[in-house]
């Protein structure tokens, strides 16, 4: 099975976390969960972009009778008659009877008069009522991400709170005899535990709220007291660890112990194909290798779409780009293989950066990489300039 499919099956055993009612100030990065329609229009009244003359159209060319100044904010009730203007202000509204404005620069004008010297038509220089928004349509979408451009929108029409999907908790598990924490003196055959970081920062930073549950010994009972135990306070979990075939990989007999459902086991693919994919309590359960750099490129492959489905996003599939190797990747692939390096603009195109490093346990080349790209099955190694498809991560 490739990743493509692994990823569908895993998708379609996802649902969205429930949604909750938040301030628009704590908004950010957020997933709405309902639509939202626009209260007023945008602008709200007819205004001037400019600092110069409102008029009627119909008086110039002409000199005309200043009568008032208009600035932003001020709501003068007066209409213009004939051979009459405003001074105004940009973003101030346009007084009744106008129907153009000329900026400054382009008239002659004292404190009592403003020459225009050219003819104007009906609306000419004004920004209309609605010309951005209407009121009742809809301006943010369910599904959507809170950017600050969509907060300021939803500013504009006095909308303080916003329905979206709670960020859904995800438990991070790791296994492993030989894996020991932080500010701990190593010990010997111990290694420290990369994982945990590697998920609590790759998930924080997808929006998703991480909760480290400690570590397990390789043991099906401790593994499988875990997960029941986790997935009482999480809405998924990804486990590292225990996926391989070994005597001491205790995750495939500690998922039975639990009673949780297995989707698939491993995938066509390199690095990062040892994998188990289960669903417990309709919650999603991503067992990944032990090696950080595998289950890193596992994770974006196969379960970061799934988590954002799980988060109420509907552009959960990341978009499938055209990539050019911006240097040579001297390896066959026999299966199909993902590899990560750095994005390159050159010439308007994309390229990617590939570090020469891309084995399982490598995580250096891991560090800055923000694009992957798709070797299909079978190739040879692959020349500079190489057309592939991939994905920015």
């Known amino acids: 099975?490739?990743?493509?499919?692994?990823?569908?099956?895993?998708?379609?055993?996802?649902?969205?976390?429930?949604?909750?009612?938040?301030?628009?100030?704590?908004?950010?990065?957020?997933?709405?969960?309902?639509d939202i329609t626009a209260n007023y229009n945008i602008p709200m009244f007819d205004r001037s972009p400019y600092d110069g003359y409102a008029f009627r159209s119909q008086d110039v060319p002409g000199e005309l009778n200043i009568i008032c100044e208009i600035k932003a904010g001020d709501f003068i009730n007066i209409a213009l008659k004939k051979g009459e203007a405003?001074?105004?202000?940009?973003?101030?509204?346009?007084?009744?009877g106008a129907d153009a404005i000329i900026k400054y620069e382009d008239?002659?004008?004292?404190?009592?008069?403003?020459?225009?010297?050219?003819?104007?038509?009906?609306?000419?220089?004004?920004?209309?009522?609605?010309?951005?928004?209407?009121?009742?349509?809809?301006?943010?979408?369910?599904?959507?991400?809170?950017?600050?451009?969509?907060?300021?929108?939803l500013a504009s029409q006095n909308i303080f709170s916003v329905q979206v999907y709670r960020r859904p908790v995800i438990g991070i598990i790791t296994t492993g005899n030989e894996i020991q924490e932080l500010q701990s003196e190593i010990l010997p055959g111990k290694i420290y535990n990369a994982s945990h970081y590697t998920f609590m920062t790759a998930l924080k930073l997808a929006g998703f709220e991480p909760k480290f549950?400690?570590?397990?010994?390789?043991?099906?009972?401790?593994?499988s007291d875990s997960i029941i135990e986790s997935l009482?306070?999480?809405?998924?979990?990804?486990?590292?660890?225990?996926?391989?075939?070994?005597?001491?990989?205790?995750?495939?007999?500690?998922?039975?112990?639990?009673g949780a459902k297995i989707l698939f086991r491993d995938i066509d693919l390199k690095p990062g194909g040892k994998c188990i994919y289960a669903v417990k309590d309709n919650k999603l359960i991503c067992c990944l290798s032990g090696n950080p750099a595998s289950?890193?490129?596992?994770?974006?492959?196969?379960?970061?779409?799934?988590?954002?489905?799980?988060?109420g996003s509907k552009n959960f599939i990341p978009d499938e780009i055209d990539i050019i190797l911006a240097n040579p990747f001297n390896k066959r692939s026999?299966?199909?293989?993902?590899?990560?390096?750095?994005?390159?603009?050159r010439d308007g195109q994309i390229f990617i950066n590939?570090?020469?490093?891309?084995?399982?346990?490598?995580?250096?080349?891991?560090?800055?990489?923000?694009?992957?790209?798709?070797?299909?099955?079978?190739?040879?190694?692959?020349?500079?300039?190489?057309?592939?498809?991939?994905?920015?991560?």
């Open 232 to 258: 009482s306070t999480c809405d998924s979990l990804i486990l590292t660890g225990g996926v391989s075939a070994g005597d001491y990989d205790k995750t495939p007999d500690a998922l039975k112990i639990s």
């Open 295 to 311: 289950a890193l490129t596992n994770y974006y492959a196969v379960a970061l779409p799934a988590l954002e489905k799980l988060s």
């Open 354 to 393: 590939v570090p020469s490093e891309q084995g399982n346990g490598v995580l250096s080349t891991m560090a800055g990489s923000n694009l992957m790209a798709v070797i299909p099955a079978g190739s040879d190694k692959l020349p500079e300039n190489t057309r592939l498809k991939g994905f920015i991560i």
């Open 107 to 153: 008239t002659e004008f004292t404190a009592e008069k403003v020459k225009i010297s050219k003819t104007f038509r009906p609306g000419e220089n004004i920004i209309k009522s609605g010309e951005d928004v209407k009121a009742g349509e809809i301006i943010a979408r369910e599904g959507e991400f809170i950017d600050s451009g969509t907060a300021g929108l």
């Open 213 to 223: 549950m400690g570590i397990c010994q390789d043991d099906a009972q401790k593994i």
């Open 334 to 345: 026999p299966m199909m293989r993902i590899i990560r390096g750095k994005l390159i603009i």
């Open 1 to 34: 099975m490739n990743f493509y499919d692994a990823r569908n099956i895993v998708i379609e055993n996802v649902n969205p976390v429930p949604p909750e009612k938040i301030s628009l100030s704590e908004s950010a990065g957020r997933i709405l969960a309902a």
């Open 86 to 96: 405003a001074k105004i202000l940009t973003g101030a509204a346009i007084p009744e």
